[in-house]
């Protein structure tokens, strides 16, 4: 499975999951450090994107967490649209995966 695809100057990042931190605070850092390194590999940043959708294990127990990390990280500038919905994750330790879309280029 690819980790980013580009077509026609968008870049497709697949689900980023992160099973390593012990909370969903740390995870959604580490996945959105991924997210980052992608970005860049692509020749894009945060600074472009366009679409995001974000799986949360327990929304109701971790939305404020990792929303207030999201808000953090995201170009104040530039929100993407996002959806955000709770769902069983592809590992119990899992507890966040974020899934993005970016301009290569911006046009305004």
């Known amino acids: 499975m690819s980790q980013a695809v580009v077509h026609n100057d968008i870049v497709y990042l697949s689900g980023q999951v992160d099973g390593m931190g012990e909370d969903v605070v740390a995870q959604t850092k580490n996945v959105l450090a991924k997210v980052d390194a992608y ?24 939305f ?13 500038n530039n929100k993407p649209v996002r959806a955000t ?21 911006w046009t305004k």
């Open 64 to 76: 404020g967490a990792m929303n207030k990390v999201w808000c953090q990280w995201i170009d104040p």
């Open 39 to 62: 970005l860049k590999e692509a020749g894009t940043d945060k600074s472009k994107l366009l679409t995001s959708t974000i799986w949360l294990k327990n929304i109701e127990r971790d």
């Open 85 to 105: 919905t709770e769902a069983s994750l592809a590992a119990s330790d899992m507890l966040v995966e974020i899934q993005l879309t970016a301009a290569k280029k």
